[in-house]
């Protein structure tokens, strides 16, 4: 086998096996600065959006700290 494709293949198998072991995303309370309106969520809703607090384990903000 080509000692670069070699290289490729393997360095592709440890990103796949790195992905493989990566937890769920932290949910952050976030604020809508136009509107006062606050949401759950893993990634800001937009541009106009701040996140207010956070991180939280689940979808409601209701549990404090990094999901695992």
């Known amino acids: 086998m080509n000692p670069a494709k070699s290289l490729a293949f393997f360095a592709a198998a440890a990103l796949a096996c790195a992905s493989l072991c990566a937890g769920p995303a932290p949910w952050y309370r976030w604020r809508n ?3 006062n309106v606050d949401l759950c969520a893993q990634t800001p809703p937009g541009d106009d959006w701040v996140a207010v607090k956070g991180p939280y384990q689940d ?3 209701k549990t404090l700290g ?3």
């Open 59 to 61: 979808a409601v903000c």
């Open 66 to 68: 990094v999901p695992h």
């Open 33 to 35: 600065a136009e509107s």
